[in-house]
């Protein structure tokens, strides 16, 4: 049985407004970014504990925390970074989200990322210390611009971290977007390190997001070939079919809604059972 969950700020800045979406589309999990235009790392205590009573209400659970954690340029200040972690963590701790999205550092175009490797991968190991005795399991999201965007590099990641509190969340329009088809060029490689899925396809001449079956994401071949392998997990709708602000995207209840359908149309057609 998969569960959607999903970046519920992209329907509305108001938590209840996210939570009401959800409900009606059946939806019983959130991938939490952002709150009254807070990011979730800025949220106060008080935030959190009113974020953690408006969820029960609804009986909707956390599947992760979507933190910027890890978008920061390469070479901007760590140590600083890690007290975000910190609260990353402290924050899933407290809404019970197994997960917490991170990144592998922006790169500028004069940055080769075999200059940065060593950096990225120190980095990102002092992330998963950070975790791992929290049970909590970091997801690298394959992001265009940061070290890992491409499969060869994310593979890196996983392999040369070799933490199992650092896992990977899949992306196929990020992949689009940097010239990658994400099934052919990636899936096999990364499917043993992949917990966790993300709902958006692009288009690979323009990048224009679109929802997914819509663009050269490859999303029936990705929904086929885990259900084949027995995949159960989360996959989070994060549409990025509005307008953008610092977290993402304002879709919209209408554009959020519109993507969920065009996901759960593919797992119908594919007979797989969701909730």
């Given at each position: 049985m998969?569960?959607?969950?999903?970046?519920?700020?992209?329907i509305d800045p108001d938590l209840e407004t996210q939570c009401s979406t959800l409900d009606e589309l059946g939806i019983t999990h959130i991938e939490l970014r952002s709150a009254w235009d807070t990011?979730?790392?800025?949220?106060?205590d008080e935030q959190v504990e009113e974020?953690?009573?408006?969820?029960?209400a609804h009986g909707i659970a956390v599947s992760s925390i979507g933190s910027p954690i890890g978008k920061i340029n390469i070479e901007d200040d760590f140590d600083a970074h890690l007290v975000r972690a910190e609260r990353a963590l402290a924050v899933a701790q407290r809404l019970g989200a197994p997960y917490v999205r991170i990144f592998s550092f922006f790169l500028r175009p004069d940055q080769a990322p075999a200059d940065h490797r060593d950096e990225v991968l120190r980095r990102m190991t002092a992330?998963?210390?950070?975790?791992?005795?929290?049970?909590?399991?970091?997801?690298?999201?394959n992001e265009k611009d940061i070290y890992g965007d491409v499969p060869d590099r994310v593979?890196?990641?996983?392999?040369s971290v070799g933490s199992p509190a650092l896992r990977l969340a899949w992306d196929p329009a990020n992949y689009v977007q940097v010239g990658v088809t994400p099934f052919t060029d990636g899936y096999a490689r990364l499917r043993p390190y992949t917990d966790y899925v993300q709902i958006k396809d692009a288009v690979l001449a323009t990048g224009d997001v679109v929802p997914a079956g819509e663009g050269d994401g490859q999303l029936r071949e990705t929904v086929?070939?885990?259900a084949a392998d027995g995949f159960d997990g989360f996959f989070s709708m994060e549409p990025h079919l509005g307008a953008?602000?610092?977290?993402?995207?304002l879709s919209g209840p209408a554009n959020f809604v519109r993507a969920t359908r065009a996901f759960t149309a593919i797992l119908e057609a594919e007979g797989v059972p969701y909730r």
């Open positions: 998969w569960t959607l969950s999903g970046f519920a700020d992209e990011n979730v790392l800025d949220l106060s974020v953690a009573t408006i969820l029960a992330l998963a210390e950070r975790a791992a005795p929290t049970g909590i399991v970091l997801l690298h999201e593979l890196d990641i996983v392999e086929r070939a885990l953008y602000n610092e977290w993402g995207a």
